[in-house]
Each structure stands twice: as structure tokens, then as C-alpha cells.
């Protein structure tokens, strides 16, 4: 299921709204939570394309077929695929696919 970042949500709906309710108590308690954000870059350092998941497994098999799908043209013109961990959904950037 694909879900995109809800605008003015608050952060109880939002997280049992994508299926992330543990963490969403983790980050009641004060416990830090971990969001897989995978990235394509341009040469430029662009965002061309970005997914962002709670599911390690899953994000993993994104950040393989990112790179899987870059040419090796596009490879040695300096596109990248980056495979990063934030904390906060507002540190994910608002044009990314969220995935539960």
C-alpha cells in the first residue's frame, strides 16, 4: 500500500493511518524510531526519485532495484543511489513515496 505525506496531519493519525503504530508509541515514549529513505540522485544532486519505508527488509530490496535500474551510463555521468536512515518523517523529503 502507498501512501503519500499527509499535509497537517498530526503525527498519531499519521503513523496508524501507514501502519507504523509501534513506532508510533516508540516516539510517544521518547524512543527513536527509523525511517529508510532511498534516494536517486541526478549528477547534479538532484531528487529524482525517493521512497521512504519503517521496513529495513523492504527498504533494502528498493535500494537494489534503484541501483539495478541506473544505466551504467547514468552511472559514470555521476547518478547515485543512497540508501540513508532519518528519525522524523519531517527530516524525509515531501515529494517522497511513503510505504507501509
Same mark, same amino acid.
Given at each position: 500500500m502507498l /501512501?503519500? +505525506?499527509?499535509? *497537517? &496531519?498530526? &503525527?498519531?493519525? #499519521?503513523? +496508524?493511518?501507514? *501502519? !507504523?503504530? /509501534? #513506532?508510533?508509541? $516508540? +516516539? @510517544?515514549? *521518547? =524512543?527513536?524510531?527509523?525511517?529508510? @529513505?532511498?534516494? =536517486?540522485?541526478d549528477p547534479t544532486g538532484l531528487l529524482y526519485a525517493c521512497i $521512504? !519505508? !519503517?521496513?529495513? =527488509?523492504? &527498504? =533494502? $530490496? !528498493?535500494?537494489e532495484s534503484f541501483e539495478q535500474n541506473l544505466t551504467n551510463h547514468q552511472k559514470a555521468a555521476g547518478w547515485v543511489a543512497r540508501l540513508r536512515t532519518v528519525e522524523s518523517w519531517d527530516d524525509v523529503p515531501a515529494s517522497a513515496l511513503k510505504l507501509s
Open positions: /501512501h503519500l +505525506r499527509k499535509e *497537517g &496531519a498530526n &503525527a498519531s493519525s #499519521f503513523f +496508524r493511518d501507514i *501502519g !507504523c503504530r /509501534h #513506532f508510533s508509541l $516508540a +516516539r @510517544v515514549m *521518547g =524512543q527513536s524510531i527509523i525511517i529508510w @529513505v532511498n534516494e =536517486q540522485l $521512504a !519505508c !519503517c521496513d529495513q =527488509q523492504q &527498504a =533494502q $530490496a !528498493c535500494h
